[in-house]
């Protein structure tokens, strides 16, 4: 007797429902698994990345050359003053002068110079600047400038 893998009718077409369900489950997972269109996602959530990291590097040089400014001024601004004739006001005066040429009338300055018993001139500047670019919220800096007053020696 011969026995054949002949499947009944019935049986092909359960099997054919179960065959496209199982290739399109294969279909499926190698769509999953492309990386086809995966550059369109990608590309914006690494360039915003990239940006704000630059933003945040370009701010942090604005401040520290913010700050550097203002401490020559103020350091300028205490040799002035320790001249012979000078007062420490003309000290303060001359800071903040510095101050306007380098940043303009619009950026906020108080700055005040005291000479000590020592002879030691001490100018101290006050001054807002800006946290988010070169507009936006203010922060505060202070720094210090110091010389010794050429009378007293």
Do not use: C, K
């Given at each position: 007797?011969?026995?054949?893998?002949?499947?009944?009718?019935?049986?092909?077409?359960l099997?054919?429902?179960?065959?496209s369900?199982?290739?399109r489950?294969?279909?499926?997972?190698?769509?999953?698994?492309a990386?086809?269109?995966?550059?369109?996602?990608?590309?914006?959530?690494?360039?915003?990345?990239?940006?704000?990291?630059?933003l945040?590097?370009?701010?942090?040089?604005?401040?520290v050359?913010?700050?550097?400014?203002?401490?020559d001024?103020?350091v300028?601004?205490?040799?002035?003053?320790?001249?012979?004739?000078?007062?420490?006001?003309?000290?303060?005066?001359?800071a903040?002068?510095?101050?306007?040429?380098?940043f303009g009338?619009?950026f906020q300055?108080d700055?005040?110079a005291?000479?000590?018993?020592?002879?030691?001139?001490?100018?101290?500047?006050?001054?807002?600047?800006?946290?988010?670019?070169?507009?936006?919220?203010?922060?505060?800096?202070?720094?210090?400038?110091?010389?010794l007053?050429?009378e007293?020696?």
């Open positions: 007797m011969l026995i054949t893998s002949e499947p009944d009718p019935a049986d092909r077409s099997s054919a429902g179960q065959g369900r199982a290739r489950g294969r279909r499926l997972a190698r769509a999953l698994r990386e086809e269109g995966s550059a369109v996602a990608e590309f914006p959530m690494v360039a915003v990345l990239i940006i704000v990291i630059a945040g590097v370009v701010q942090a040089a604005l401040i050359h913010t700050r550097n400014t203002l401490i001024a103020a300028q601004g205490a040799h002035h003053a320790a001249l012979v004739g000078a007062a420490p006001e003309d000290g303060a005066e001359r903040e002068q510095l101050i306007e040429d380098r009338s619009s300055v700055s005040t005291v000479q000590s018993a020592d002879g030691t001139i001490e100018v101290e500047i006050s001054a807002t600047l800006p946290l988010v670019g070169l507009f936006g919220p203010a922060g505060a800096m202070s720094v210090e400038g110091r010389a007053d050429e007293s020696w």
